[in-house]
């Protein structure tokens, strides 16, 4: 899951990722990334993901033998590993773990929601249109909107009452804690 936000891709792209993806071009890691909606793309990735990815490619052959696949179908390792599997193992951890939100309700999983942080920071980095378009693997940049839309700003002003409400919670629970945890307390 790591590697998945890291590049900001479809979990079909993820999942999909051939085993001879990365090269260097230029003295930069890159990636060749096919997507299963659109077409093949490249782009630029950081020395740390390189790594990620070749620690990925290192595990499944020793587990697996060759591979053409990086993350592949346990039972059958020719194919890729499908996205239900994500799901479940996800789902059951957080299941073992009782992880709930703010209403007791068990949390919900979905990948595609790293994308859109991943779209989001290049919208804040205040990357152009079309250079967000070509990272996300967009063939052109009518999406990229909805990305800007979802700005973290936006995050921010809309979840304020609820943080401002839980720091209050936190505020009235430090009395009688003692002087060291004072400087947790809001000063205006």
């Known amino acids: 899951m790591v590697i998945h936000q890291m590049l900001g891709t479809r979990i079909s792209d993820t999942l999909t990722l051939q085993t001879d993806c990365l090269y260097e071009q230029e003295g930069r890691p890159m990636i060749r990334i096919q997507q299963m909606k659109t077409n093949t793309f490249v782009k630029p990735i950081s020395?740390?993901?390189?790594?990620?990815?070749?620690?990925?490619?290192?595990?499944?052959?020793?587990?697996?033998?060759?591979?053409?696949?990086?993350?592949?179908?346990?039972?059958?390792?020719?194919?890729?590993?499908q996205y239900n599997t994500v799901q479940n193992r996800v789902m059951a951890m957080i299941q073992k773990e009782d992880l709930r939100d703010d209403k007791g309700q068990l949390f919900g999983f979905g990948t595609h929601m790293f994308r859109h942080?991943?779209?989001?920071?290049?919208?804040?980095?205040?990357?152009?249109?079309?250079?967000?378009?070509?990272?996300?693997?967009?063939?052109?940049?009518?999406?990229?909107?909805?990305?800007?839309?979802?700005?973290?700003?936006?995050v921010a002003d809309e979840t304020r009452e609820v943080r401002e409400r839980k720091?209050?919670?936190?505020?009235?629970?430090?009395?009688?804690?003692?002087?060291e945890y004072e400087q947790v307390r809001q000063h205006d």
């Open 47 to 81: 020395a740390e993901l390189e790594l990620l990815i070749q620690k990925a490619i290192q595990y499944t052959r020793r587990k697996y033998g060759e591979t053409k696949f990086i993350f592949v179908n346990e039972k059958n390792p020719e194919r890729p590993m």
């Open 117 to 154: 942080c991943y779209g989001i920071r290049l919208t804040e980095m205040h990357y152009d249109d079309w250079t967000i378009a070509k990272l996300l693997g967009h063939r052109s940049i009518k999406n990229v909107k909805y990305y800007r839309r979802m700005s973290l700003q936006i």
């Open 167 to 179: 720091s209050r919670l936190i505020e009235k629970y430090l009395d009688g804690w003692g002087e």
